[in-house]
């Protein structure tokens, strides 16, 4: 009975073990698999090693040799933490056109100037006239701030957008995203092992919308936020600053610390103090949930109803190339 009892207790050391070992083992071949230097097929090499030298040393425990096991791994696991703790984010790169300059502020009295407005005129995705602009914009005039989200992958995960309006009709949008070269696309995966840096753009309201609802034809929608002037100001100025931070240090984007909705938050908290933390700061397409619970829209109107009236997918594809695309796309929108 001792036996069996100790035997028992050494199967159920070695499993927890060897599933310990495995989790932390499973995250280096991902992290090979973002990251390691080189093009794909030498990536793909680097994962290999890795991986079959996992495999032997998850072995040893169960070939009575715990410690050697614990040992061998612990000292090749401090070794790639050594070399991912020395990976840094760079402005230097091939970028991809609609992220290839750094959107840049500065603020004299109420004039600001912003350099590198994007306002491209896209054809499709990959065919496109690049525009870079400099721009100045009053703050003594900004009247309205809008949330846009752009829906690419079901109710869950959208891009969040934040439209600044003047008087005299004009609007910027600042996007928080990821900073992709050339050879890359997207991964949410990649995300979380520094595979991209952060960049936040400016661009010209038709560059930013039109080329989510027209060209991509991603569901998009448009939800005007309560917010006093003052603290409008405030945020456009905090997006200037984040630009600015940016643009001098580079930074790695994470799909959960550093994204488009957690950005803004963190944005928004200094601003208007302590938010309440929320699943759906995680899940960016529910964002405007969040936004209303939090009193951030007129709540004489429902969710559904602004939901409804706000969705500009139509009214964008309309408007088009129009010179009045702002103020079509906003008809009817509270």
Not at 100 to 123: D, I, K, Y
Not at 236 to 259: K, V
């Amino acid at each position: 009975m001792i036996a069996t009892t100790t035997s028992l207790a050494q199967v159920a050391g070695g499993a927890l073990l060897t599933m310990t070992l495995g989790s932390f083992a499973l995250w280096g071949a991902v992290a090979l698999r973002y990251r390691a230097p080189g093009p794909p097929a030498v990536r793909r090499a680097w994962v290999a090693l890795w991986s079959l030298f996992c495999l032997g040393d998850l072995a040893l425990p169960w070939w009575g040799r715990p410690t050697a096991g614990l040992g061998a791994f612990a000292a090749a696991f401090a070794v790639l933490m050594w070399w991912w703790r020395r990976l840094e984010p760079t402005h230097d790169g091939v970028w991809s056109d609609d992220v290839a300059q750094m959107t840049r502020g500065t603020v004299t009295g109420t004039l600001v100037t912003l350099e590198n407005v994007r306002n491209f005129e896209w054809r499709s995705p990959t065919d496109y006239t690049p525009r870079w602009e400099c721009r100045h914009y009053d703050l003594d005039a900004l009247d309205s701030v809008d949330m846009i989200m752009s829906y690419w992958r079901g109710p869950a995960i959208a891009h969040m957008l934040v439209s600044f309006g003047f008087a005299d009709g004009a609007h910027v949008v600042f996007s928080v995203e990821i900073r992709r070269r050339k050879t890359q696309t997207f991964s949410e995966i990649g995300g979380f092992f520094k595979e991209f840096e952060l960049s936040i753009i400016a661009a010209d309201e038709r560059d930013a919308v039109r080329l989510r609802s027209n060209v991509r034809a991603e569901e998009v929608y448009l939800y005007r936020l309560r917010l006093p002037v003052a603290a409008m100001r405030r945020l456009f100025l905090t997006y200037i600053d984040e630009a600015n931070l940016l643009a001098d240090t580079p930074r790695f984007y994470n799909t959960i610390t550093a994204n488009c909705t957690t950005m803004v938050y963190q944005m928004m908290t200094r601003i208007v103090g302590p938010l309440p933390l929320h699943y759906r700061l995680l899940f960016s397409g529910y964002m405007p949930e969040y936004v209303y619970a939090v009193g951030g829209m007129d709540k004489g109107r429902s969710l559904e109803e602004l939901r409804a009236l706000g969705r500009i997918g139509d009214r964008a594809r309309r408007a088009d190339r129009s010179p009045s695309f702002s103020a079509e796309i906003r008809r009817g929108v509270p």
